[in-house]
Each structure stands twice: as C-alpha cells, then as structure tokens.
C-alpha cells in the first residue's frame, strides 16, 4: 500500500518551455502532498506543500509564479514549471503523508521527475 | 525553522565493515524519521522514532533515539552492496513538513 506515482519520470525540453508533472496517490487520498527538488549529491529542499482545494503553501524562496501547484483531487496534485530555464534542470520529487493528520505519519514519495532544459 | 544536521557526509567502507551515521538537533524532537535513497531513486521511509532512548532493529540496522530526543543514529552492521545509498534523517516542522538533514552517502567497497 501507500503508492505514489509520478509522471514524466524524465524531460528533456527546450528553454522556454512549460512542464507539467503529475504526482498521484494510487491506493490512498492526500490532502496534502508535498513537491521538492533535490540537486545532484544534496539533500530534499521542499518547494510547497499542497492542498487539496486550496492555494499551495510555498516555502521562502519558492516562485510561485514560476511553480504552478494544482491540487484539484484528493489523488492528484500537479506542479508545473513554466517557462523552464537551464538552471530550473533539476531532479523534482514529490510526496504523500497517508491519514495526513499528525506529526508521525511518514512520507511515501514517487519515483522522481528528472528535469532537463537545454 | 528547524533544522538537523547530519554527519558524515561521505562514507566509503569495505564490504562486512560497519556503518554509522549521526543526525543532531538544537531543539528537542517529537519524532525522527530516517529514509534511505538508493542512487538515482527516491527516498523510501525506514523507521520512526518517537520515544526517549528508543532503540529499534530492521535487520542489520538498529536506529537510536538520543535521551534528550535531540541526536538520533542508524547503524549498520556488516555491510553488504545493496546497503549502498544515501540516508536520510527527517524531523517534523510545524504539522505537516519535514525537514531533511544533509544525507549521509554510503558506499562499499566490493
């Protein structure tokens, strides 16, 4: 149980463009869902946390106009990056809290989208 | 906010060597939670800790949580190739976030 399920699991696309990934929970409801990005050898940075039916929490730093979070189900949250750059080449990964209530719940994550801007 | 740090970063051992790796805090935890991500994979949850000095085992790793619920560990006993990965400590911030330490990247030695 507890699957999450992330799609593309790679893109490779040109300057200027926008990416959509998608981030489901297959066999549990999230109302929150969480988006990092980690870079080469680093730790996770959480970008934003989630919220299903409402605006996404970002963390200090975070565009939130250049990471656009959708959360519009209780299975699917989507983050796109608009407008990609080189430097927004990164490995993107998100995750789901099963019950979502609690300090103790762990975080299941997908497989991780590796993004690449050329 | 809160943060954790994580030592070492780096650690290259012989195959059936020990491995430990350390994570500490300023403040006083709820819970610690530790994840391991195998290269070019994502985390994937090993273990939480939640009670003063608790000591849990999955096998060759046993997990510590400090007396003061600030410091946590993971050991691992004689260790073997598919040990290799980066490890993970986590601690909560706020209700919902966690918060990552740094990582501890493990190889071995064949």
């Known amino acids: 149980g507890a699957v999450v399920s992330q799609h593309p699991s790679r893109v490779i696309c040109k300057s200027g463009t926008s990416v959509k990934i998608e981030c489901r929970s297959l066999?549990?409801?999230?109302?929150?869902m969480f988006w990092y990005r980690q870079f080469p050898k680093k730790s996770l940075m959480l970008m934003a946390t989630?919220?299903?039916?409402?605006?996404?929490?970002?963390e200090q730093g975070v565009e939130k106009d250049k990471f656009l979070i959708n959360h519009a189900s209780l299975t699917l949250s989507t983050l796109t990056v608009t407008s990609a750059h080189p430097e927004d080449s990164s490995f993107y990964i998100c995750?789901?809290?099963?019950?979502?209530?609690?300090?103790?719940?762990?975080?299941?994550f997908g497989d991780g989208t590796r993004l690449s801007i050329l | 906010g809160q943060q954790v740090m994580q030592i070492p970063q780096y650690q290259h051992v012989q195959e059936g060597e020990d491995f430990t790796t350390y994570c500490n805090s300023s403040?006083?935890?709820?819970?610690i939670q530790w994840y391991k991500q195998r290269p070019g994979g994502h985390p994937v949850f090993l273990i939480q800790?939640?009670?003063?000095?608790e000591v849990k085992k999955q096998k060759r790793l046993t997990f510590q949580f400090g007396e003061a619920k600030k410091n946590s560990s993971l050991h691992i006993t004689a260790t073997q190739t598919t040990d290799v990965g980066t490890y993970f400590c986590?601690?909560?911030?706020?209700?919902?976030?966690?918060?990552f330490g740094q990582g501890t990247r493990l190889t071995i030695n064949p």
């Open positions: 066999d549990f409801q999230a109302t929150t």
């Open positions: 995750s789901a809290r099963v019950g979502g209530t609690g300090r103790g719940q762990p975080q299941h």
């Open positions: 989630s919220n299903e039916g409402s605006k996404a929490t970002y």
């Open positions: 403040t006083t935890l709820s819970n």
């Open positions: 800790l939640v009670k003063s000095g």
């Open positions: 986590a601690v909560p911030q706020g209700a919902q976030k966690l918060v």
